[in-house]
């Protein structure tokens, strides 16, 4: 519908045609209603799909069963399950797969499973899903962080509520006077409780609607609510906030409507020291949850930094990545490395098959010379040009580069270390590897020499290990242009590199970027995790200094005579600071000693995504414990002055 406006403006579209960025026409042959927001497939335009193919110009033949790289989605028949369906995929697999001869050749195992559609977003790992896919994971997280915050702001009322209880008393003995019963006060306290949550869900709608564009910008999500057409969210938000008001109320009605009368009209009630603990204990788990969010916020941080600044093995810097796309340029990228080194800015051109950081994987079948297990190993290779070590300066430990001059060069190969370690080689140069390749649909064995090893360099992020890679030589058959240039100029520069493109081959747009950006961007989950860690804290923090804050008026206002004639005996401010202040950094202490074994798993355990990481140290659970003090002393220390 809105590419129908925006093309056609209120023309009938039917017929009309679009002509693609390569010339080729398409007819419009019908108009389906924009998807809906919250689907992940999201197209503006859909092709048929063999025109489609053509577009894309080329890929797995769209007749073979071993074309498998697209997803295909099956509504199945009533009473029909997926289990009853994944029975018959061993024997469809084996009739059309298994049987062919290239499966057989290249040792390839094919597998079939299904997934329902409704939990494509959050719990698929497929790498070919349409859009971007979401993570339960992330949705459990801030899931539980924000129970967290709102389970502090419940201890703050009950804390609250229960200190400022002896004000309450007379009230709850008159009333019980004159009739009243229990079940009517708990009832009354709860309906109290319950009003305030309902007042503030009122202030926390309006807060998410204020808050909401700047939170879509920091977690890269495009959310919105919709009251009216999604009833069960709204009635959900009722829900939560009846439930948090019992929650928070539920203590301080048990507690003030189970005295006698009499007792408390007497004044003979003596509150014992069962309030003091719930309180303390109330402290300390709060203190406990906002250490907790404090030293992951600092290992979050510590680890980015560490990625950010890590050796990868090789240099990204100053270098730009061109995908080279066009029916005729794909088959000349020499003509545009050629003319590409003709600009003055611009130091080195390496033409690739693929580079570091990029996502994309492409594996061949290989077996190794003198290794013990003869079944063929997938690893990942690279197609590259003799300048593509040297631009992107990793090391050639043993042997040498690629040679143009060299004919002998088209059948040979330099490995990584990491392929070094995987045979044991003691010396690797020279050593056989037998890959596969298909010649007029035949796999047929290829031998290749080893002439080189290179330093393991991370071509994947810092979650994953180095894997073995073996780099092929090929100056017409890469996929991608490496550009080392002066970026003092770099605007300047990429304007030329765009004219030098379009005037080769205009039939694809032209686009770029600079390689460290795209690898950077591997890490923007846990940047984003970082910063909402740190408003989370601050969060958490504040609400629970605010709660210290009440506690501490009212421990200084119960105490105030006993202040006074302190200070008639000749104390001093700072001893009466001291005391009013050490029972509550106790209780900070023991929220330490309780938060720093927590901490210290939660971020153990997010570390270990990481194949690449920091050690834990101890002293970021030490400032963690200061920071808690210090905002914890700095509450009080107003009020204790006062």
């Known amino acids: 519908e809105s590419k129908a406006r925006k093309f056609f403006g209120d023309e009938n579209p039917i017929g009309k045609i679009i002509e693609a960025d390569n010339g080729k026409k398409y007819a419009v042959s019908c108009v389906i209603e924009d998807w809906p927001a919250n689907s992940h497939i999201n197209y503006g335009i859909i092709s048929s799909f063999v025109s489609l193919y053509q577009l894309n110009r080329g890929g797995p033949p769209v007749d073979s069963w071993l074309g498998i790289n697209y997803p295909s989605y099956l509504k199945l028949a009533d009473g029909y399950s997926p289990e009853d369906l994944e029975k018959e995929f061993p024997a469809i697999i084996e009739k059309y797969i298994n049987s062919h001869p290239m499966t057989k050749q290249f040792d390839v195992e094919v597998s079939f499973s299904l997934q329902a559609i409704k939990d494509i977003h959050l719990y698929s790992e497929f790498s070919f899903d349409d859009g971007d896919g979401g993570s339960m994971t992330t949705v459990l997280l801030y899931s539980a962080i924000g129970i967290f915050i709102l389970l502090i702001a419940c201890i703050n009322f009950m804390n609250l509520s229960t200190a400022r209880s002896v004000n309450r008393l007379r009230e709850v003995g008159i009333r019980k006077v004159i009739g009243a019963y229990r079940k009517q006060l708990i009832g009354q306290f709860l309906a109290e409780s319950v009003l305030l949550s309902l007042i503030s869900l009122i ?57 006698k009368p009499v007792t408390i009209l007497k004044g003979k009630l003596k509150l014992g020291s069962g309030s003091a603990f719930f309180r303390n204990f109330l402290v300390v788990f709060q203190f406990v949850i906002s250490i907790v969010l404090i030293a992951g916020t600092l290992v979050v941080f510590q680890q980015l930094d560490y990625v950010k600044n890590a050796d990868l093995g090789f240099e990204s810097d100053q270098v730009y990545v061109v995908p080279i796309r066009g029916d005729y340029i794909d088959n000349h990228p020499d003509i545009f490395k050629n003319e590409l080194v003709k600009i003055a800015a611009i130091s080195q051109v390496s033409l690739t098959s693929n580079y570091p950081g990029s996502g ?257 140290s101890w002293w970021v659970f030490v400032l963690a414990v200061i920071f808690a003090l210090i905002i914890a002393f700095g509450t009080i220390l107003f009020q204790s002055l006062k």
Do not use: C
């Open 360 to 616: 994309a994987r492409s594996i061949t079948p290989m077996r190794f010379e003198g290794f013990d297990n003869d079944e063929p190993q997938t690893i990942q290779d690279y197609v590259v040009d003799q300048n593509f070590f040297e631009m992107l300066e990793i090391p050639i430990l043993v042997g040498r580069n690629f040679d143009p001059e060299n004919s002998a060069d088209k059948s040979a190969v330099i490995i990584n270390e990491a392929i070094v370690k995987t045979t044991a080689w003691d010396n690797p140069i020279g050593k056989k590897i037998i890959t596969k390749d298909v010649i007029n649909g035949e796999a047929v064995d290829i031998p290749v020499t080893v002439i080189g090893v290179v330093k393991d360099f991370n071509f994947e992020s810092l979650h994953n290990d180095i894997d073995p890679l073996i780099f092929k030589f090929g100056e017409k058959e890469n996929g991608w242009a490496l550009i080392k240039m002066n970026v003092d100029d770099a605007e300047n520069v990429i304007d030329q590199v765009e004219l030098v493109y379009s005037e080769i081959d205009n039939s694809w747009p032209f686009s770029g970027y600079f390689m460290s950006s795209r690898f950077e961007r591997q890490y923007q989950d846990e940047l984003r995790l970082g910063k909402t860690f740190i408003y989370f804290t601050v969060l958490a923090i504040f609400i629970a200094a605010l709660g210290l804050f009440g506690l501490a008026s009212f421990i200084a206002e119960q105490r105030s005579k006993e202040i006074g004639i302190r200070k008639i005996l000749g104390s001093s401010v700072q001893s009466i600071i001291q005391k009013l202040s050490v029972n509550f950094l106790k209780l900070v202490l023991i929220a330490s000693i309780i938060a720093i074994p927590v901490s210290w798993y939660l971020m153990d355990k997010w570390l270990q995504s990481f194949s690449y990481k920091i050690d834990l």
């Open 203 to 259: 202030l926390a709608v309006t807060l998410a609607e204020i808050l909401l564009p700047e939170f879509n910008l920091l977690i890269n999500q495009s959310l919105k609510i919709s009251y009216f057409d999604n009833w069960p969210l709204t009635l959900s938000f009722f829900g939560l906030a009846i439930l948090v008001g019992i929650i928070a109320g539920s203590y301080p009605a048990f507690y003030l409507s189970k005295f």
